[in-house]
């Protein structure tokens, strides 16, 4: 039998592990500060980043929400199909491709915005309060 090796003391020093940990402990704060608004993560994301990217011209397709999200296209479809259904999103045709859909967020949608931005924001300054400004710039690095 072979014994595993490892160049690491423990789990402690094991930058993949630590990440595993920070995440599913962000994640927590992230669900917590979301469940008032009946919002999962992912529809907060998806909502938060079609209004980003409205913001800066044109409203954006779905195939440019999954990208600048960095989700998956098919489950883009399915999370943008149930905030449509909320009316918080509203999808349209985009006339110049008729397969494409052109998204803009409705003015329930930007409301619902306003309030969960908010709290997601104070969520990640209490979570990240400890760590230096540096922080941002390394994990910027790591983004893909």
């Given amino acids: 039998?072979?014994?595993?090796?490892?160049?690491?003391?423990?789990?402690?020093?094991?930058?993949?592990?630590?990440?595993?940990?920070?995440?599913?402990?962000?994640?927590?704060?992230?669900?917590?500060?979301?469940?008032?608004?009946?919002?999962?993560?992912?529809?907060?994301?998806?909502?938060?980043?079609?209004?980003?990217?409205?913001?800066?011209?044109?409203?954006?397709?779905?195939?440019?929400?999954?990208?600048?999200?960095?989700?998956?296209?098919?489950?883009?479809s399915q999370v943008v199909r149930k905030l449509a259904e909320r009316g918080l999103l509203d999808r349209a045709d985009d006339p110049a491709d008729a397969r494409a859909k052109r998204l803009e967020v409705t003015p329930a949608g930007l409301d619902l915005v306003a309030k969960a931005l908010k709290d997601v924001e104070a969520a990640d300054a209490s979570f990240f309060a400890d760590v230096g400004d540096g922080f941002v710039d390394s994990l910027a690095k790591l983004s893909p």
């Avoid at 039998?1 to 930058?15: F, I, K, Q, V």
């Avoid at 500060?33 to 913001?55: E, G, I, K, N, S």
């Avoid at 011209?57 to 600048?68: F, V, Y």
Wanted: glycine share 6%; aromatic share 8%; hydrophobic share 40%.
């Fill in 1 to 76: 039998m072979t014994t595993p090796a490892s160049r690491l003391p423990g789990p402690e020093r094991s930058p993949g592990f630590l990440l595993w940990r920070v995440t599913l402990a962000w994640q927590r704060a992230m669900r917590a500060a979301l469940a008032p608004h009946d919002l999962t993560h992912v529809q907060f994301v998806l909502l938060t980043t079609t209004w980003w990217l409205t913001r800066s011209g044109e409203p954006p397709t779905q195939r440019q929400l999954a990208e600048q999200a960095g989700t998956d296209t098919m489950m883009t």
